[in-house]
């Protein structure tokens, strides 16, 4: 017969492991989104210029999105005038100017799977190449066309950048931003783009966390740790929300 103090350690033991289950796998989804983001994740020159913040890229180094020798690039959460006003023309100008027949890097979007917009353009995070051929980390291009007044900047939630994180890049801490004036877009606010970065982490969790978890809770717990899944999804509020398969 197994004693009491056997049980409350085999309940132990159960418990842990589901606990270790649980960090491993978020882990490995977490870190999987950040290895996505890349500076260098493609490269390549410049060939045409569209407008202010769209132009055509040659590509030398290809991703797994880049689907064409030659890409049309849009720059992510900025706008440039259009091209029918004097603004946008000054904008293009400025773009071609500065990097017209120049290499440049791309962090393309991974908020969607092939890291486009509507019009089939890729939605990146752009930098410049420096006199080795690196690339620049600061400031992107994004920043560039922003600061030199020939773009203004929105925190767009079609996609996966958060303007303030490559707007600080080799920046002092203490550099004030454009969403810390008053009169700043509410979309740029902190709260909001909290609001985004919570969404896209449930949406994550419930498309990718969650059927592996149950995998593993099928597989490997008994009883007793399949009510403590149960009980967990009910903590956290996703019951309405993932498909799941009863004990």
């Given at each position: ?83 029918d ?11 071609y ?14 908020g ?7 019009y ?11 006199v080795?051929?690196q ?61 985004d970065?919570?969404?896209r ?47």
């Amino acid at each position: 017969m197994i004693s009491i103090a056997d049980r409350a350690v085999c309940s132990d033991r159960k418990a842990s492991l589901f606990l270790c289950i649980l960090a491993g796998l978020t882990a490995s989804v977490l870190l999987a989104a950040a290895a996505n983001a890349a500076v260098d994740e493609a490269w390549g020159t410049v060939t045409n210029v569209v407008d202010g913040d769209t132009f055509d890229v040659t590509v030398e180094k290809p991703s797994d999105k880049v689907a064409y020798q030659v890409e049309r690039v849009r720059l992510a959460d900025v706008d440039s005038p259009e091209m029918d006003t004097e603004e946008g023309v000054a904008a293009r100008d400025f773009t071609y100017a500065v990097l017209m027949n120049k290499k440049v890097f791309l962090d393309i979007d991974d908020g969607s799977a092939s890291g486009r917009d509507s019009y089939g353009r890729l939605i990146c995070v752009a930098y410049m190449s420096g006199v080795y051929g690196q690339p620049i980390a600061s400031p992107c291009y994004n920043r560039l066309l922003v600061d030199s007044g020939y773009a203004s900047l929105h925190n767009f939630t079609n996609n996966e950048f958060i303007p303030k994180n490559w707007w600080r890049q080799g920046q002092p801490a203490d550099l004030r931003l454009p969403w810390d004036s008053d009169e700043v877009d509410q979309n740029n606010s902190p709260e909001n783009q909290s609001q985004d970065l919570g969404g896209r982490l449930k949406e994550t969790l419930e498309r990718e966390l969650l059927p592996r978890l149950q995998d593993s809770a099928e597989k490997e717990l008994d009883r007793m740790q399949k009510e403590g899944w149960s009980w967990l999804k009910g903590q956290i509020g996703l019951n309405s929300t993932a498909s799941t398969k009863q004990p």
